[in-house]
């Protein structure tokens, strides 16, 4: 149980474009979902907190126009990082919390800016 | 300063070694202490967690946490191939039911050679 998935796992991208992330909880419902990016050798470290059905959360620096959250439903968050640059390639993590505020990690998303 | 702290490494030891991991923290608000494993290009998998000072062991591993010295370290008997992988110290305010934000430490890389 507790599994997150996370689509897709690699994407590759033309500067300018925008990429949508969508992370799932494929057997529990999530109230919390969390979004974090990581770059190589690096931490992982936390963009935005986001609660169905609510506005996310975003940690300071995190320019929340940019990176559009959506939490529409209990299994189903989405990330979108618009107007994609190069410095924005990085390894996208969500995790999702459950009712015992267990977080459990996706696979990751690995995004490529050209 | 960081809130956490982590050498990177990289740690490479023989097969059978016993590996010694570590944290510091400097924010005496945290309560919940986590160990995580990601193996390259996956999302981070939780080992262990322990609340407030003491030790925990599970298997090979042994978890402990020094409040005093705001130390905390992941033990590794008989280290394995298959234990080789990135390890994430992460903590939290509050106890392991309640909600909030996970604060990561860099990682060490590890790598047990055969």
């Known amino acids: 149980g507790a599994v997150v998935s996370q689509h897709p796992s690699w994407v590759i991208c033309k500067s300018g474009t925008s990429v949508k992330i969508e992370c799932r909880s494929l057997?529990?419902?999530?109230?919390?979902m969390f979004w974090y990016r990581q770059f190589p050798k690096q931490s992982l470290m936390l963009m935005a907190t986001s609660n169905e059905g609510s506005k996310a959360t975003y940690e300071q620096g995190v320019e929340k126009d940019k990176f559009l959250i959506n939490h529409a439903s209990l299994t189903l968050s989405t990330l979108t990082v618009t107007s994609a640059h190069p410095e924005d390639s990085s390894f996208y993590i969500c995790s999702a919390s459950n009712s015992y505020n267990e977080q459990f990690f996706g696979p990751g998303t690995r995004l490529t800016v050209l | 300063q960081k809130e956490v702290e982590q050498d990177p490494g990289p740690l490479s030891v023989p097969e059978g070694a016993i590996v010694s991991l570590n944290c510091t923290y400097s924010n005496s608000a945290f309560q919940y202490f986590m160990w995580y494993r990601q193996y390259s290009r996956k999302g981070p998998e939780l080992l262990m967690y322990?609340?407030?000072?003491g030790n925990k062991e599970d298997g090979r591993f042994t978890a402990q946490v020094d409040k005093s010295s705001k130390y905390i370290s992941l033990f590794i008997r008989d280290s394995q191939p298959s234990d080789s992988a990135t390890y994430l110290c992460?903590?939290?305010?509050?106890?392991?039911?309640?909600?909030?934000?996970?604060?990561f430490g860099q990682g060490t890389e590890l790598s047990v050679k055969p």
């Open positions: 057997d529990f419902q999530a109230t919390t």
């Open positions: 992460a903590m939290k305010k509050g106890g392991y039911n309640q909600g909030g934000k996970l604060i």
């Open positions: 322990t609340y407030s000072s």
